[in-house]
């Protein structure tokens, strides 16, 4: 085990105000659980889980109450004991409307003592198949918490005819304001590491990079503490503060110098296989003490908030009970972000629920926010020399202003990140990024549109 | 009866949700600050007549940017610096003495005709001060090509003279007819030709802005510090001048750089963002193509000089360059 | 002067022999009917039948692949038209225009946040669900009315409205709505429900002061269940066009005020 320098460095990138000193070096707290908890059915990648209660029903801590939908789908289990008062569609905080639970976690079922005992029976990683293994993070309802929320045993079982050469570590969190990863990594590094164990036998001994940016020191120390004894070829790489560090291409490519191809080429093309480091330490407390995914680290941080935390907030947890927790707002915020300020989302309400892939939740007052502007395009380049896939985001963004979605598709606009560092250098304010999700999401539902259509033409 | 909304929304957008506070007003108040060096070395040397070409250029633009957009029912856009940037350029490309009402119809024409009439700012496929200043040049051909002398407070009885590109001009042809005239890179003796430190220095006649180098150069490394602009177009730009020179023979390389509008052509009118490529491979095909074309001008054409219109020449291309040197995304198959 | 005349007839007598054997030999064959078919479509190259303007279709008609009658913009007499020159029956068709199912203006419905981006519904829909309280309601920010090829949709009140008159009912407005709110209605039809919130009563009241609550009142005034001039989704009434009502008094009695009778705004108005 060593610690290197990255030694590949992506063109573009940008350098936001981190503002981490907020809630950075904040040890994780763990917030009770709240009155009411709003439990999504859609809180990763792929098809929504299949609801399982009904209005009525009491429901244990760990039960589950939604059912895995499909090859790319998790399940869902309750956090906390409790009552369905009911099952609503909810919005979401990326702004979609999905089925949620509506546990009243006050109300007790009579008789019955809560039990202490584990929800699953622990594993000996040891001992247990690669099978095994497998089977329990997709029962514990795993999948990626960087923010993407894919679900992380199918990642784990490269399809036939791919390896996985590399595992790689994302510790990047080059968010601004987010510590929720950091703090993970410097309080759990010996829970990541029997991750990385696990996940090592699952993927057959493959080579292990753990991607770290220099700004976070102390998680560098600890990991390397941790993983001290480890065997094999498992290096920590420290990378530059750059954002996007953290984007999954670009981290594959400053860890083992590899590029991942356009879309649809995933990383176990080129061998890598990246899991963020709560997910990491997720698989460890699922195999080894049989604990389900029913809770996650969440910054809560921003200047609108008395005092920013790093919080162990049960999965469903409502924005307003988080805020609350954190004694409250110090101003009327202006903007609420759930994630980050550069890829995050932003909410109208604080009745909003955390997902799994709710890395933090910002309140910012009218001091931090900016607005957009439609202001001309003076095609001064800064957009370019930021974009880390190295599109011309200037040209999309124009064709897209002028509804030419075809001219963007033709200037890779799919390739997109969605990254933002367009638009946060912008020096005309314009929606770049948006338009960009813009066309992407034209060129998906026309893509959609004709595959249905050839499916329907095939069915005749 | 409309329900209660709270008091308070949020505010809604995609993200990012933060920015770098680059704004358009700032890199115009950077160009500004980068055009203070040659336009004091300007006025130094021509006096009070460059103070009142430059007055009289930033404020008929200032004014007309403001009545254009009154005209087509549109925001103003005075707060973004640029109409002040384009008077000032025009000004720094004019020779000092030009009668006050000249400069007046060349700043309505840059305004009006060369950058609102497209759209306004992000809009116009020519840079507005060099298409005004050709257009100067065009309509009042007399006034546009005479020459203050600097310091020609001191020589009543010659106040004007030609440009040093005028003796450069017959160097060319001298060089075609009998190739023994002796060149190099800074043997400035030849031709009746001012020394290589009054060309940096400035110490020239030519247009306000135009006869410093050392100033101009000042100001660029700001820009380049800023990061408002990239090496590239005025790297390339200039050394095509400087190797075509050595090629082609005819004067000094490096007076043929110091001189007439080549430096402040490289540094600040090819520059301009908007009529400009964007990606950096388009920006070195620019570069290039402003310099050969330029120097094509001055030693076969009708004008001494060629750098405005070979900087506009390449503005009308420049969309053709930008679709060509489009960028490869990271990870494109090939 | 002479060889300047010559030279230019004898250019024009060698380009003009090329034409006419590139006329005679190189002809592309086509089916004269396809131009008549042409000449019967309105010409509007909408789009709307889903071939590639009315050419495209013309060519679909004429090889038998496409059904007559698709061509909204047209209507009944156009698809007689084509019917006569292709040799078969007409189809009787109804024309339809788009209904756009909201009425909760800015006035009427409730805004959860100021968005600030792109003016565009798709994309607004994207961010945080879009700034309406109602998430079934029309935002407004006029992705039908660019879409629409007669101009016939403007955005009053942060609402879209169609122009009947100008509406050739190609249905592109039906497919770029995100809430998925405007319908192809027949143009007869003059009793409409403007809304398409399908939440209780309580819910919707929250959002919007004209939002149906389904309380079955159109229904029952409309001569009850067994008239089926209405059908239900959730609590959300829905005029049946297979069998409209056509007592106007119903709409005035609707508690919600989300009825209408004949909501389509008229340019000039």
Redesign the interface.
């Known amino acids: 085990m060593k610690t290197v320098k990255s030694s590949f460095k992506f063109r573009g990138g940008v350098h936001p105000d981190y503002n981490k000193e907020l809630a950075r070096g904040k040890a994780i707290e763990k917030m009770p659980v709240p009155a009411e908890l709003v439990v999504s059915m859609s809180q990763h990648l792929g098809a929504p889980a299949k609801c399982m209660v009904k209005p009525g029903d009491f429901v244990a801590r760990g039960q589950v109450i939604g059912e895995k939908n499909g090859f790319i789908s998790v399940c869902v289990r309750a956090p906390a004991d409790g009552k369905v008062k009911a099952i609503e569609k909810r919005l979401g905080p990326a702004g979609g409307m999905a089925d949620a639970v509506i546990l009243d976690t006050t109300a007790k079922p009579d008789g019955e003592a809560a039990t202490a005992a584990p929800i699953l029976p622990p594993l000996d990683w040891r001992a247990a198949s690669r099978e095994e293994l497998l089977k329990r993070v997709e029962d514990a309802g795993i999948c990626g918490m960087g923010g993407a929320g894919f679900p992380t045993a199918v990642k784990l079982n490269p399809p036939p005819g791919k390896r996985c050469e590399y595992l790689i570590l994302n510790g990047a969190e080059c968010e601004p304001y987010l510590c929720a990863d950091h703090q993970v990594m410097v309080e759990r590094a010996d829970r990541i590491r029997l991750g990385v164990d696990i996940m090592r036998k699952v993927l057959g001994q493959p080579a292990v990079r753990i991607a770290v940016e220099a700004n976070k020191p102390d998680a560098v120390a600890a990991l390397e503490k941790a993983f001290a004894d480890i065997e094999g070829n498992v290096e920590i790489v420290v990378l530059p503060v750059m954002y996007p560090q953290g984007s999954e291409k670009h981290q594959i490519f400053a860890t083992v110098g590899r590029v991942v191809p356009e879309p649809p080429a995933l990383p176990i093309d080129v061998g890598c296989v990246v899991e963020n480091v709560g997910t990491v330490a997720a698989i460890a407390d699922a195999v080894e003490l049989g604990e389900p995914l029913l809770s996650r680290v969440t910054t809560v941080s921003g200047d609108a908030v008395v005092e920013p935390k790093n919080i162990l907030a049960p999965c469903g947890t409502k924005y307003a009970d988080l805020v609350a927790f954190c004694g409250g707002e110090k101003v009327p915020p202006a903007k609420v972000i759930s994630g980050g300020t550069m890829m995050g989302f932003a909410v109208s309400t604080l009745e909003i629920a955390t997902t799994r892939t709710t890395s933090g939740l910002l309140l910012l007052s009218s001091k931090r926010v900016f607005q957009y502007a439609s202001g001309a395009c003076i095609n001064c380049g800064r957009c370019l020399r930021a974009c880390p896939m190295r599109l011309n985001p200037a040209f999309i963004s124009k064709v897209v202003d002028a509804n030419d979605v075809k001219a963007a598709e033709d200037a890779h606009v799919m390739d997109c990140i969605e990254c933002g560092a367009c638009s946060f250098g912008c020096p005309a304010y314009r929606t770049i990024t948006q338009s960009c999700r813009r066309a992407k999401a034209s060129i998906r539902a026309r893509i959609a549109a004709e595959k249905a259509k050839a499916a329907a033409a095939a069915g005749k | 009866m409309k329900p209660k909304e709270t008091a308070e929304h949020y505010i809604l957008s995609s993200s990012p949700h933060t920015h770098s506070n680059a704004s358009v007003r700032r890199i115009m108040l950077d160009v500004i600050v980068a055009l203070l060096p040659t336009t004091a070395a300007g006025v130094y040397f021509f006096g009070m007549p460059a103070v009142w070409t430059i007055a009289t250029c930033v404020a008929t633009c200032i004014v007309t940017e403001a009545l254009c957009r009154l005209a087509m029912k549109r925001e103003s856009t005075i707060g973004d610096l640029s109409a002040v940037v384009t008077g000032l350029l025009l000004a720094l490309n004019l020779p000092a003495g030009i009668p006050l009402w000249m400069a007046v119809a060349g700043s309505v024409f840059a305004i009006g005709i060369c950058k609102q009439v497209f759209g306004g700012l992000g809009m116009n496929p020519f840079n507005p001060a060099l298409a005004a200043r050709a257009f100067m040049l065009i309509s009042f051909t007399g006034p546009m090509t005479t020459w203050l002398k600097p310091f020609w407070w001191r020589t009543p009885e010659a106040m004007t003279t030609a440009t040093p590109l005028a003796s450069m001009k017959t160097l060319f042809a001298a060089e075609t007819t009998a190739s023994a005239s002796p060149h190099g890179l800074c043997s400035a003796a030849t031709g009746g030709l001012p020394a290589i430190w009054d060309m940096a220095v400035g110490n020239i006649p030519g247009c306000i802005g135009e006869v410093s180098a050392i100033a101009i150069a000042i100001g660029a490394a700001y820009l380049l510090w800023r990061k408002v602009i990239t090496w590239h177009i005025p790297a390339a730009f200039l050394m095509t001048v400087f190797v075509y020179s050595l090629v082609a023979g005819g004067a000094p390389a490096m007076a043929q750089v110091l001189t007439g509008g080549v430096m402040i052509g490289a540094c600040f009118m090819a520059t301009d963002y908007v009529t400009s490529p964007i990606t950096a491979r388009g920006k070195l095909v620019f570069g290039f193509g402003c310099g050969l074309i330029c120097m094509l001008i001055r030693q076969f054409g009708g004008y001494p000089e060629g750098c405005s219109f070979a900087i506009l020449i390449m503005n009308s291309v420049c969309p053709l360059i930008n679709r060509w040197t489009q960028p490869k995304p990271f990870g494109a198959r090939k | 002067m002479t060889i300047a005349v010559l030279i230019i007839a004898g250019i024009g007598l060698v380009a003009a022999a090329a034409l006419a054997v590139a006329d005679r030999y190189l002809a592309v064959k086509e089916d004269p009917r396809i131009g008549l078919v042409t000449a019967a479509l309105p010409g509007a190259n909408c789009g709307g039948c889903g071939f590639p303007g009315c050419d495209g279709y013309a060519r679909a008609l004429v090889a038998g692949t496409a059904p007559n009658g698709a061509c909204a913009a047209g209507g009944e007499a156009c698809a007689a038209a084509v019917a006569k020159i292709l040799g078969v029956a007409a189809v009787a068709t109804e024309r339809r225009v788009a209904l756009v199912k909201c009425c909760g203006t800015r ?14 519904c ?2 607004a ?7 309406k ?1 109602c ?1 079934y309601g029309c935002l407004g920010y006029g992705a039908c009315a ?1 879409v629409c090829p007669k101009g016939a949709i403007s955005i009053h009140d942060g609402l879209a409205k169609v122009d009947k008159r100008l509406c050739i009912g190609c249905g592109k407005c039906v497919a770029v709505c995100p809430k998925k709110l405007i319908e192809l209605v027949p143009a007869s039809a003059t009793i409409h429900v403007l809304c398409n919130n399908p939440d209780k009563g309580p819910a919707v ?5 004209v939002g149906c609550m389904g309380c079955h009142l159109c229904e029952k005034n409309s001569g009850g269940k067994d008239a089926n001039h209405f059908t239900f989704n959730g609590f959300l009434a829905k005029v049946n066009y297979e069998n409209p009502p056509d007592d106007e008094q119903i709409v005035a009695k609707c508690p919600a005020k989300c009825m209408s009778v004949d909501p389509h705004f008229e340019s000039g108005h």
């Open positions: 006035s009427e419905a409730i805004r959860v946040g100021d968005y600030n981006g792109i003016c565009d798709g994309v829909a994207m961010t945080a669900g879009g700034d309280g998430t660019n009241r929250k959002v919007c002061g």
